[in-house]
């Protein structure tokens, strides 16, 4: 199997400089605006993802040929607006935005708890939006993210947005000591944040029905949660329009009721790929695997 994602974010340190000087100068209107700008660059000199956002439109979500054309673009933006609200966020502009919150005490409840747990979310809208709404629950945070970032952009992000507010267990490919921060942290009643819908190949992967066609999907997530039988919570924040933020937390009962004889893993699988179906059909532009997720065309 061809590689797929090597764990790096498209973008360059100038273009993450770049709008923070620009919304500090000129605000959030005019840098949403600039965007407009800059995805046609990316529609042109990003080919592979472009064209894996092509099809995903045409094939998966059945658009036709203009409307593809189109959702491409639209796609580009919402990714940069992500960006935009992201860097907003931890630049203390919180307040600029509208909070619509569904089911907060999930998560609420997760973190006030001394067992610990798992959230698992996916590549959707900005989840660092509700960031601003765990205060100083944010220190039992720990997010799991490939390590696969440039430095000097991880810098220029914490030089001017300060603190994330969340601790980070970086995955280095061929590498398993991550998986001691995350024992540490579920072992010390902390919770611990995985994204569900992107792996690295030679990972474990699970296999499953998404948005009508078969697709892989991470094992890790699920193997930790069913294996420690903490607590799990679905996690999506997405943006709606006038700078409206939608967060979702979901527990797996509340996606999908429980069978006898399916194992734990399997189930929580099942319920996230139905959680993370339902955000995506009610938010098809904001989700940002920019590969061919379900081996549609590559290597034909």
Known sequence: MERKWDGRTRG???????FIRFIEIFGLGPAYFFLCLVVPYFVIFAPAQTRSTFVYARRILDYSVLRSVFFVFRSYYALGRSLIDRLAVGMGMQDRFVYDIENHSVMLDLVRSDRGGIVIGGHTGAWQM???FLGEYGKKLNVVMYDNEHADIKEIIKRHTGDAGFNVIPITEGDIS?????????????VVCFQGDRYINGSQVLRGEFMGVEALFPKGPFLVASKLGVPVVFY???R???RRCHLYFFTPEMMLARESGVAEEEYLFRAYTAALEYIVRKYPDQWFNYYDFWDLYSGR
């Open 178 to 190: 991550y998986m001691f921060g995350i024992t540490s942290a579920l072992g010390k009643g902390e």
């Open 236 to 238: 999506f924040a997405m």
């Open 12 to 18: 360059g340190s100038f273009g993450y400089l770049f």
């Open 240 to 242: 709606d329009r006038a």
């Open 130 to 132: 509700g960031a601003p």
